[in-house]
């Protein structure tokens, strides 16, 4: 039964809780409203969906194992993309190898130890600046301090180094982030039981942070295996026919490899550029998947 | 009990459910209109869901919580589904354990609710001062913020927040005030003043209140309702429930012997 016809109801019903024509124009704007950010998200997700949709249907032929486990022929027009799937699995794991330490011990120093004062602030603010910094700078900064400086030379090390010290604000603001999100109470509730400022983040403030360094993480390891700047001049090879033995080596990437085959190398099949890109979002999706799955479950473990 | 007392809230059957776990069964509870009811048990017997369902505050949780059985409310079901939310929360206002003046100056507070029931109204300055005058006069604040009404409402202390979250209700007119441990973040001075206020809006307001501190419930209530695991044990004048009790579960609860 409706009431909007004011006099109706069933006997012994007033209007008292019907809706006025004021909460049904709110109902309507309130509607409204969320239909218009549920169509925003929708006009994010869209994109996405188109990438990987065309990705999908374009470069899946290409794939087989052989795709996946054979060396580039012909001159990089055919065969498969063994070498540079393995170089950009270097240059993430050395890279994530130092950002990572480095990232959240920074960041446990910035949140937990620092004092408030400009000397930190200004820390901060560079951090933030870090971040802001284009991909080519950092290119050239680690060209020159790592590759001829310390002397690294064009090869792992110096190209992870140099995804390092990019993906670092990254790692560091994340991790931040989630250490502050630990309620103080269970810092002094440490402290008053006479722990020191380790031990209260070692048993208390880590394990509750450690969902939120993962995000950190996960953000770190999209960058690096995306990235084709930083690693151009810095240790990825044009082509490089065997696979990395030490980080002194050279190496093929993912990232470097696509952007060669797409521009430099004429003759290459479409389906190799779109298996290789594939390959690539593929690859980072899966790091993703497992952190995220890691992360989750860590989540769940939490109770307040 | 007098008949003749018409219900403010008239609670039957009601079970409800979060998720699997069931934390309420068949549930009844008569609130008279005008005065104030004291529920009380020991943590996690119900009282608080009880309380929130009244003004189904609870589903803001989803599909996750369940709810059978009926709730009137001035002989209105509120489980139907053309009830009007806003109106019903508009009727059937709520204070909470911990004071949560929005982060507003103190006049804006008060005038929250009225501005988002009245949108239609043009705001006349005049008006809204008697209002804000007003209800603030009848929590018993308006001597202490008078001078400062433009003042961050966070900034007021404990006591003074939970008056003024009792203030921002009275412009829209209640009839239940629902209170959730409205005491139990303040001193014992404040909580003394609470308990004046709510004595003090006694007659015009319906006022069920949740507490866990049994001189308070004898003190500020005149029916009280003990309820344990999820079920109503017993209901009745506040003197009849702590001085003669039906129940032994209520004797026990009463003389400290758990909860």
Not at chain 1, 117 to 145: K, Y
């Amino acid at each position: 039964m409706t009431y909007s016809d004011g006099g109706g109801g069933t006997p012994g019903q007033s209007l008292m809780f019907a809706a006025t024509k004021l909460n049904t124009r709110n109902h309507r704007l309130q509607w409204l409203v969320r239909a218009l950010f549920g169509l925003m998200t929708l006009i994010l997700i869209v994109p996405v969906g188109i990438i990987l949709g065309v990705l999908v249907v374009r470069g899946g032929p290409a794939i087989s194992l052989e795709f996946l486990f054979s060396f580039p022929r012909d001159a990089m027009t055919a065969g498969g993309i063994f070498p540079a799937l393995v170089g950009t699995m270097w240059l993430v794991a050395v890279s994530l190898m130092a950002s990572v330490p480095v990232g959240v011990a920074a960041a446990i120093y910035l949140s937990e130890y620092a004092a408030d004062n400009w000397l930190t602030r200004v820390i901060n603010l560079a951090i933030i600046n870090l971040a802001g910094v284009p991909s080519i700078v950092h290119a050239l900064f680690g060209f020159g301090a790592f590759v001829i400086f310390a002397g690294f030379g064009t090869s792992i090390l110096a190209a992870s180094l140099t995804l390092a010290v990019m993906t670092l604000p990254v790692v560091i603001v994340a991790t931040r982030e989630s250490l502050q999100t630990v309620p103080m109470a269970f810092r002094e509730a440490c402290w008053n039981m006479g722990a020191t400022r380790w031990q209260t983040i070692r048993i208390v403030v880590l394990p509750n942070a450690i969902s939120g360094i993962l995000t950190g993480v996960i953000l770190a390891v999209s960058r690096t295996a995306g990235e084709t700047a930083p690693i151009m001049f810095t240790g990825a090879a044009f082509f490089f026919p065997f696979l990395p033995h030490s980080v002194f080596d050279q190496t093929m990437a993912m990232a470097m490899h696509l952007f060669v085959i797409s521009t430099a190398v004429p003759g290459a099949s479409d389906e190799l550029k779109y298996g290789t890109a594939l390959t690539l979002i593929t690859l980072v999706l899966l790091m993703n998947a497992v952190s995220i799955g890691f992360r989750s479950y860590l989540r769940g473990k939490k109770k307040w | 009990m007098v008949k003749a007392t018409p219900l403010a809230i008239d609670i039957h059957n009601l079970s409800l459910w979060y998720g699997d776990f069931q934390a309420l069964f068949e549930v009844d509870l008569q609130v008279k209109q005008g005065l104030i009811t004291a529920l009380i048990g020991p943590s996690g017997c119900g009282k608080s869901t009880l309380l929130r369902a009244v003004n189904r505050i609870n589903e803001r949780l989803g599909d996750y919580v369940r709810t059978t059985g009926e709730i009137h409310v001035l002989d209105q079901d509120i489980l139907r589904n053309d009830i009007e939310l806003a109106q019903l929360r508009r009727h059937v206002g709520m204070v909470f354990q911990r004071p949560n003046p929005l982060p507003l100056s103190v006049r804006d507070n008060v005038l929250f609710a009225h501005r988002i029931h009245r949108a239609d109204e043009k705001f006349n300055r005049r008006k809204e001062d008697e209002i804000v005058e007003h209800a603030l006069r009848r929590v018993l604040l308006w001597d202490e913020v008078k001078d400062h009404l433009g003042r961050e409402a966070t900034g007021l202390s404990l006591e003074e927040q939970q008056k003024l979250c009792i203030a921002r209700l009275l412009p829209i007119k209640p009839t239940v005030i629902l209170m959730d441990e409205p005491t139990s973040a303040l001193d014992p001075k404040g909580t003394a003043a609470l308990e004046e206020l709510i004595w003090e809006l006694h007659g015009d307001y319906t006022i069920l209140i949740v507490t866990h501190n049994m001189a308070q419930a004898k003190r500020a209530s005149e029916e009280t309702a003990f309820m344990l695991l999820g079920r109503m044990v017993e209901h009745g004048l506040t003197e009849q429930v702590f001085l003669a009790p039906r129940e032994k579960e209520t004797a026990d609860y009463i003389e400290g012997r758990y909860g």
